[in-house]
């Protein structure tokens, strides 16, 4: 075991894109839409505009493929100057509808890291991920993963605050909590202001609106797979 991290108590995971796959149905989302909405404009003005609005309606929908939808249908008004059918706009909720569908498998290494690491007694793993609860929670049970779990916590958005709120929920400081995810922006840097430990796993696809400078810290771990998390413990 790795001297650091004989004192863990809790280790938490990101779900999306840390334990099953979850980008690519929205890249894949967002380019049939695009070529859905090709007679308003370019693949890269329908990408855009689609972002924008996206953006706008964070702090009101938060994340997940329900506020998704929303966005494609306001989007799908708004670049077509209220002229879109109904037809465009229930393709534009099918497009969105789709992503819902995630079946969630298990990315290579994963259920078999988190047997292992499940198999000990002196540390809770929880999964703390942020977006809508029921998609969420519907993902977690579709993965077959839920077994290896102590808890599931989904917020609205991963801060310092929400962090700090789950060490409080398990009775722990934040020099006990290990956070395993893909975005440097929500599942590290949160973790490291707090002064917990956090582990990078690397991932082809990352959401433009994840997208941040990175940077080296003493609590900070970068693995190259999922499975070398064995190797600190």
Known sequence: ???????????????????????????????????????????????????ETECKNMSSLGYGTKAFVI????????????????????KAISIGRKVLENPAIPLEGVAETLAKLSSSAN???VVFTKGDPLEQELKI????????FNDTEVVSNKTPLEYMRLCKHNHIEPKDLLMIGNSFKSDID?????????????????????????????????LERFSDLLTLF
């Open 1 to 51: 075991m790795n001297s650091r991290f004989s004192d863990i108590k809790l280790i938490a995971f990101d779900a999306d894109d840390t334990l099953w796959e979850n980008q690519s149905l929205f890249d894949k989302a967002v380019e049939e839409y695009c070529l859905l909405l090709s007679d308003y404009g370019s693949k890269e003005q329908m990408y855009k505009a689609l972002y």
């Open 123 to 125: 540390r809770r793993m």
């Open 71 to 90: 966005s494609l249908v306001e989007n799908t008004v708004k670049v077509s100057g209220g002229m879109a059918s109904n037809e465009l706009i229930l």
């Open 190 to 222: 949160p973790v490291l202001t707090i002064g917990g430990y956090a582990a990078l796993v690397p991932c082809e696809r990352l959401w433009e609106h994840e997208r941040v400078a990175e940077y080296e810290h003493s609590n900070l771990i970068r």
């Open 141 to 148: 049970e579709r993965s077959g993963l839920a077994r290896f």
